[in-house]
């Protein structure tokens, strides 16, 4: 199967949080990423968790890593018209970071 | 700091021809830089591996005599699409790791990427 999977859509109101859930397969990642792309864009790194940390949060960000399920997460509070985009959940693998499909998130007004 | 600048950032260019992408690192050294692949609305997949000096590492499926890499200084990772088909348009990114990174927050600077259309 996949290396790191994650669900493809997501809408979310206005205001309201947005949560994105992936999962991953290589329990021996040193760090898990969220990645974001806007339209015709390249890859911004949102924010970062080190594999040994149950949660990391950064201001409006709030990332939950389950290392038993292998279970990553982002939060994003109030969630703004300007957090439309693409968001890649990725392992590190040695030198490579495996990205997964990515999720679209579509803000709803 | 830690930006990379790709370039061109679109092109478009007839069936045949061979078109190259550049991939540099502005302000840091970067031993190694990769280049992915990106079709509509799909992941990144790794293409090759690119290390300053060295023949690159492509991965399986990637054929190394269409898509020829040279990474000839430490500021500067090249890609060229030799022969070009409309097959090949796509999205193209590279990133770029900083010399004497090992694990670390942020192992890989993205580049903006190139589109490329082929017709």
């Known amino acids: 199967g996949e290396d790191v999977e994650q669900s493809l859509f997501l809408s979310v109101r206005e205001g309201d949080s947005s949560v994105i859930n992936c999962t991953y397969t290589?329990?021996?990642?040193?760090?898990l990423y969220w990645y974001k792309q806007e339209p015709g864009a390249g890859l911004q790194l949102l924010t970062y968790?080190?594999?040994?940390?149950d949660m990391k949060q950064d201001q409006r960000l709030t990332v939950l890593l389950n290392k038993k399920d292998k279970h990553l997460s982002l939060r994003i509070a109030d969630t703004q018209t300007g957090d439309s985009a693409i968001y890649f959940c990725?392992?590190?693998?040695?030198?490579?970071?495996?990205f997964g499909k990515g999720t679209r998130l579509h803000i709803l007004p | 700091g830690a930006v990379v600048s790709q370039h061109p950032s679109w092109v478009i260019c007839k069936s045949g021809t061979s078109v190259k992408i550049e991939c540099r690192s502005l302000?840091?050294?970067?031993?190694?830089m990769f280049w992915y692949r990106q079709f509509p609305k799909q992941s990144l997949m790794l293409m090759a591996t690119?290390?300053?000096?060295?023949?690159?590492?492509?991965e399986q499926g990637v054929e190394k005599d269409k898509f020829l890499i040279n990474h000839a200084s430490l500021t500067l990772s090249t890609l060229t699409v030799t022969s070009a088909h409309p097959e090949d348009s796509s999205f193209y990114i590279c990133?770029?790791?900083?010399?004497?990174?090992?694990?670390?927050?942020?192992?890989?600077?993205f580049g903006d990427g190139t589109r490329l259309s082929i017709l």
């Open positions: 990725a392992e590190s693998q040695d030198d490579k970071i495996i």
């Open positions: 302000d840091f050294q970067a031993t190694t």
């Open positions: 990133s770029a790791k900083a010399a004497g990174t090992t694990h670390s927050n942020q192992p890989q600077h």
């Open positions: 690119s290390n300053e000096g060295s023949k690159a590492t492509y």
């Open positions: 968790i080190f594999s040994n940390m």
């Open positions: 290589d329990s021996s990642s040193t760090y």
